[in-house]
């Protein structure tokens, strides 16, 4: 049971335009979401987070939003550059205790093109 | 310079062998966890520990044993390794209720 979905795979943009990553979630005990950047052969890479108290989180050229109600978040990306280009991850978790159980979507892969 | 690294990068082992994956992270945060990505990409939570003390244990095989010495380590001890373990192994660190931040990776092959 996929808790948290990416639905699109794959998303090519052109240079300088807005790249829209979508995600939803399932488990109304989610309230900190965040995205994540992924190159080949390394790490995820921490890019932007959102708690349920807000709808929108904005962070350079990288803007999240959050809709609780239709449980979907989406990240926004102006302009898009060729080193955007990366596998992007939705996650979820609950806000408990220590430790932050994240949930992660499947990612989608952004080709920014020139 | 590296906030949260991991040795080896790669490994490469027979089934039914012992290895161990270690973590460091030099950021100061009380909690680290293990992540596994497996085959089809998808990332899951394997452990976590919180000043040394396990707070979060999935549905992971007793093989899998964690091992934190200190808050600022957390290595995984895998026994008797089988085919489906192949997988990359991310740890990660963070502060309670903030962004975790993650090690390169450990690519683990058992052939």
């Known amino acids: 049971d996929q808790q948290v979905k990416q639905n699109s795979p794959s998303l090519s943009v052109q240079e300088g335009r807005i790249s829209i990553l979508n995600c939803d979630y399932t488990n109304s005990m989610f309230d900190y979401f965040l995205w994540y950047k992924k190159y080949p052969a390394e790490g995820p890479t921490f890019l932007i987070s959102?708690?349920?108290?807000?709808d929108k989180n904005e962070d350079g050229r990288f803007t999240v939003f959050l809709n609780k109600s239709a449980k979907h978040l989406s990240l926004h990306i102006v302009p898009s550059q060729p080193g955007d280009s990366a596998v992007y991850f939705c996650a979820a978790s609950p806000v408990t205790g220590t430790a932050s159980k994240l949930t992660f979507g499947t990612g989608t892969r952004l080709q920014v093109t020139l | 310079d590296t906030a949260v690294s991991q040795t080896p990068k790669y490994l490469v082992t027979q089934m039914g062998n012992d290895k161990s994956i270690k973590c460091e992270q030099n950021l100061g945060h009380d909690t680290m966890y293990w992540y596994k990505q497996d085959s089809k990409k998808f990332l899951k939570i394997m452990f976590s520990y919180n000043n040394k003390e396990l707070i979060i244990n999935e549905t992971v095989p007793n093989r899998f044993s964690p091992k934190s010495p200190d808050k600022a380590h957390l290595n995984l001890h895998i026994n008797s390794l089988e085919l489906g373990d192949s997988a990359v192994y991310f740890c990660?660190?963070?502060?309670?209720?903030?962004?975790?931040?993650f090690g390169p990776g450990t690519r683990l092959l058992v052939l």
């Open positions: 959102i708690s349920s108290i807000k």
């Open positions: 990660a660190s963070s502060r309670p209720i903030e962004a975790q931040y």
